[in-house]
């Protein structure tokens, strides 16, 4: 017998114990129900993850096809499935990754951007100096076939620039220069402004994106996460348009701006000292210039007789009888990978066939490139060909997926002032990667994320004497590094 292990809010044991979760009011299943496959949703807030201990051997099959830079790979933890039980269980791993990869100028992808800006009371001084120097530095960098527009925004909205052709630079600039802070923060009016600007010039084979820095917390309009991050997504999905996020200093809601940048398939960036914002804008621009894929869709059709039970990674819709993860533009040493984690009913017997759909544009050439790729999860014909086909990097990443989901648990107990509840989470995050040494030390994400828990456990012990200054720092920067390892950024 194989054991599992079942991470609960509060603690991590082997076994087959069915632990106590601690329930959330998640997406509705009827919502993302389809006649096949059965997409259940977030079912509750720890499910099972099966984290193999009776390994004899990894000759489980990696698939991949290439359209170079791009390679696309798919994997099940195990090619087959148990026979002699009703609970059974499988992930599906997904990755899709951008080797080196650099545009000249005849190939530049154009740019559509709109820089959206805090101008609330909190960014007086070196705050409003630093954003004002960091626009315009972007703006410095664009070419004369680039647009740009600018928003800014305290508790009211205001369109500094509709979207024009970087060309008359001095002009942007000199707006630029002409902000001042004002009242509170209506963040998300001011997003909200900044994607109707993308959207009312945009242009399919340009990197449509939006810009948003933040110092605050949003406190005016629209402050739902939920509600915002469904909005986001709906700007990717139907409109095309990303968005990265900027979080300046440290009172700032990190949570709201990691989602909303992970939901908008851009990037987050904690940036604790103003004077670093115009390093982290070139950052940005620099890698917007090397995109290498645009306009890309994974699509994952599910066989009849699994049911999806989570996903790791990424927001989705369900069209039909698929999966979709519309992830938009890829980047040189890009990789984004998305988990499944898949029950197997308890009346199938039959082969399970997996297929995964990769279809994007060539960034040099406007080729429309589709890989397709085949994982076919079959009944054990023997316990001994199950024990020697598992897929070693499935497995890690499943315990990664697990352990970050966990860190994130104890960042947001410690958010609400439960430390005790955010100790124990960590401890026992401790314990679970501990549990599973062998896999964290062949993986250099599981020994960062590692690294990041026993870091966290340390400061936690002095969290009730901590200023509200270290909490925040110690908050953001946690949160920061659980999300660099989670969305595979460099």
């Not at 190939?107 to 820089?115: A, F, Y």
């Not at 629209?222 to 440290?250: C, E, N, P």
Request: charged share 20%; aromatic share 8%; with cysteine.
């Amino acid at each position: 017998m194989y054991k599992s292990i079942f991470i609960g809010a509060a603690i991590a044991i082997m076994g087959f114990a069915a632990l106590k979760t601690i329930n959330e009011k998640k997406p509705s299943a009827t919502a993302l129900q389809t006649k096949a496959p059965v997409i259940t949703g977030w079912l509750n807030d720890s499910l099972v993850p099966i984290i193999p201990t009776n390994v004899s051997g990894y000759k489980g099959l990696t698939v991949t096809k290439k359209s170079n830079p791009v390679s696309f790979s798919s994997a099940l933890d195990n090619d087959y499935y148990r026979t002699d039980t009703i609970n059974r269980h499988a992930f599906l791993y997904i990755d899709t990754h951008v080797g080196e990869f650099i545009n000249d100028n005849a190939t530049k992808v154009p740019l559509n951007l709109s820089i959206v800006i805090d101008r609330s009371g909190s960014m007086s001084g070196d705050k409003i100096k630093y954003a004002k120097n960091a626009a315009s530095y972007v703006i410095d960098q664009l070419q004369s076939n680039d647009y740009v527009s600018l928003v800014i925004y305290d508790h009211a909205v205001e369109l500094l620039q509709a979207p024009v052709l970087a060309m008359d630079k001095a002009s942007l600039k000199k707006k630029i220069n002409s902000i001042f802070p004002g009242g509170s923060t209506n963040l998300w009016g001011g997003t909200e402004k900044g994607y109707e600007q993308v959207k009312t010039n945009y242009k399919q084979n340009y990197i449509n994106r939006v810009l948003l820095l933040s110092d605050g917390l949003a406190n005016a309009g629209l402050t739902d996460q939920k509600a915002i991050a469904l909005k986001v997504q709906q700007h990717k999905d139907k409109d095309g348009i990303t968005l990265s996020t900027f979080g300046i200093g440290l009172n700032y809601n990190e949570t709201l701006m990691t989602d909303m940048a992970e939901t908008g398939a851009g990037n987050y960036y904690f940036i604790e000292s103003p004077d670093k914002l115009a390093g982290i804008f070139s950052k940005e621009l620099n890698g917007l210039m090397n995109v290498a894929a645009q306009n890309t869709v994974l699509k994952v059709k599910i066989p009849q007789g699994v049911t999806v039970q989570k996903i790791y990674n990424s927001k989705y819709t369900v069209k039909g009888d698929e999966l979709q993860f519309f992830l938009r533009d890829l980047f040189a040493n890009d990789s984004k990978g998305i988990m499944l984690y898949c029950k197997i009913d308890d009346n199938t017997y039959a082969n399970l066939k997996f297929i995964s759909t990769l279809q994007f544009t060539k960034a040099e050439n406007k080729e429309m490139v589709t890989l397709e790729n085949e994982n076919i999860l079959h009944p054990m014909p023997s316990y001994e060909i199950y024990s020697n086909t598992f897929n070693e990097k499935v497995i890690q990443q499943a315990i990664l997926n697990q352990a970050n989901e966990n860190m994130e648990k104890a960042l947001a107990a410690t958010d609400e002032g439960n430390y005790n509840k955010a100790r124990m989470i960590t401890n026992n995050n401790n314990n679970f990667l501990k549990s599973n040494a062998k896999y964290v030390s062949q993986s250099p994400e599981l020994k960062k994320l590692e690294a990041v828990t026993v870091s966290y456990s340390t400061q936690m012990a002095d969290a009730e004497t901590m200023s509200n200054e270290d909490k925040n720092r110690m908050q953001k920067s946690s949160k920061e590094s659980n999300y660099k390892i989670r969305t595979k950024k460099q």
